[in-house]
């Protein structure tokens, strides 16, 4: 049986699944994808998870899809869903994931492919020797309890006032770097006890710093306006709250397990359990979850503050005279309050980023290909909370490419595409192998073909530090 049992395809890039498709469901869902992308949706039942989160309760709109959708804890990767708290609206951990407010952030210099080529060795490896990453990575920060507190208040305004970034970073930053609602006395001591030694780190899994340039700028005026051009060296950093949004999001999945039963709230599947947002537990775990938020918006800005320092000392340079900027830094793997049409709605993005109309739209690729900027859409506000897809979204799992893949000809591959990789474990590395992902090119051809967003600029890999 093919998806044409379960999907309606409305155009080139949009299907519904209609809420007769599953009892229980109170709004449609509807995927962004194209022929291909919905064939291997379907296989892999991802779809499943877009119905299940249409039956929670206060829905409103659709259950949302992204083109990178594949399967999550809860909601997919690549959903979005917003709940309105007047009609019982919910809040679920499954809904932001473990993961919380893992974003991107990218840097723009002033500096040509042909200036960093001849220094780009010497570059990976400072680096890799700059940038704690790996598997319980460290930093060298001696965090008090007192500091950790402020972190999680008030993100990556700490980080500024304390001498790692200018208030410039903050003007780019999506909230400034801080959800103001944050409460530090709601995150667990063990959640603390994670978190105090990883501030400023990357942390494992897909997690990067990568050095780029610019090989297509396909909006000229846009490109201007933020300070791209073609030839241009980037710098992409991509990573979350480590282990202290990882707790929080354990310790809060047993709360709402509690909640669902407590408030009545029927589940479609036992990793959507939740909270009505009024509640106390909803409101608990969603000053917890900001907090996480603002800790992994100020580890962004850490690791950005020693990328440029690095920076200089490669290039013998201050990193004024270089140029080196940031365009913007956005969140994936969040809940905020919206107002969308008049309505107050808490919109849960799960491996999905903001796009909001003339918003800079930041969707890294595998380290084999590309990266792309876009610019947000009038057209993703009135169709989808203003969402648009966080990267290329998984093909394969990690244990299919570490059966698939060695790390020693995936190193030698991407030298030949002249891409320079460190990495703090082989195994990591080859299970972010760029053929365990989709291309990113087609998934961004999705968005920008239905409106969504509309490309920028891509950028393509120069060296990759991976966690």
Not at 103 to 132: F, H, S, W
Not at 296 to 318: D, I, K, P, Y
Request: glycine content about 10%; aromatic content about 8%; hydrophobic content about 40%.
């Amino acid at each position: 049986m093919g998806w044409g049992s379960a999907f309606k395809q409305l155009d080139e890039y949009r299907f519904l699944l209609p809420k007769t498709f599953q009892p229980g469901m109170r709004v449609d869902g509807l995927v962004y994808a194209d022929q291909a992308m919905i064939d291997h949706i379907f296989r892999e039942n991802a779809h499943l998870q877009v119905a299940n989160v249409a039956c929670l309760p206060g829905i409103v709109g659709k259950s949302l899809a992204m083109p990178d959708i594949h399967l999550g804890y809860g909601f997919a990767i690549g959903g979005v869903a917003a709940f309105n708290p007047k009609d019982d609206g919910i809040i679920s951990p499954g809904g932001v994931g473990y993961d919380i407010n893992c974003g991107v952030r990218v840097l723009r210099t002033d500096l040509e492919k042909k200036d960093v080529q001849p220094k780009l060795l010497d570059m990976v490896e400072a680096l890799a020797r700059n940038v704690p990453s790996g598997v319980g990575s460290e930093s060298e920060l001696a965090l008090s309890a007192k500091d950790l507190d402020k972190i999680l208040e008030t993100g990556s305004s700490w980080a500024v006032r304390n001498g790692y970034g200018t208030g410039d970073d903050l003007e780019h930053t999506e909230s400034s770097g801080c959800l103001d609602w944050a409460d530090a006395s709601l995150v667990s001591s063990h959640a603390k006890e994670r978190g105090a030694s990883q501030q400023g780190t990357l942390g494992s899994g897909n997690h990067f710093l990568e050095v780029q340039y610019i090989d297509e700028i396909y909006d000229d005026k846009k490109a201007q306006e933020w300070g791209l051009f073609a030839g241009q060296v980037t710098i992409m950093v991509h990573t979350g709250s480590r282990g202290l949004g990882h707790q929080v999001c354990t310790d809060y999945i047993k709360v709402m397990n509690r909640a669902a039963q407590k408030y009545g709230i029927k589940l479609p599947d036992r990793q959507l359990c939740c909270a009505p947002i009024s509640s106390p537990e909803g409101r608990d775990y969603f000053a917890a979850m900001a907090a996480a938020a603002n800790f992994a918006w100020c580890n962004r800005q850490m690791l950005m503050h020693w990328t440029r320092e690095t920076f200089s000392r490669v290039m013998g340079a201050s990193a004024e005279r270089l140029g080196i900027r940031l365009v913007y830094d956005v969140a994936h793997n969040i809940a905020k309050m919206e107002k969308h049409g008049g309505q107050a709605l808490c919109v849960h993005r799960k491996g999905a980023t903001r796009a909001f109309p003339d918003q800079p739209v930041l969707v890294p690729g595998d380290m084999g290909r590309y990266s792309f900027i876009l610019v947000g859409t009038e057209k993703a506000l009135q169709e989808t909370w203003g969402s648009v897809c966080h990267g290329a979204g998984r093909l394969m799992s990690r244990h299919e490419a570490s059966r698939r893949y060695s790390a020693s000809e995936l190193i030698s591959q991407l030298e030949g595409q002249g891409i320079l990789v460190r990495s703090a474990s082989r195994k990591g590395l080859v299970e972010e192998a760029p053929g365990a992902y989709k291309d990113v090119q087609n998934v961004v051809n999705v968005v920008h073909g239905s409106g969504l967003a509309k490309k920028v600029a891509r950028m393509r890999p120069l060296c990759v530090v991976k966690g």
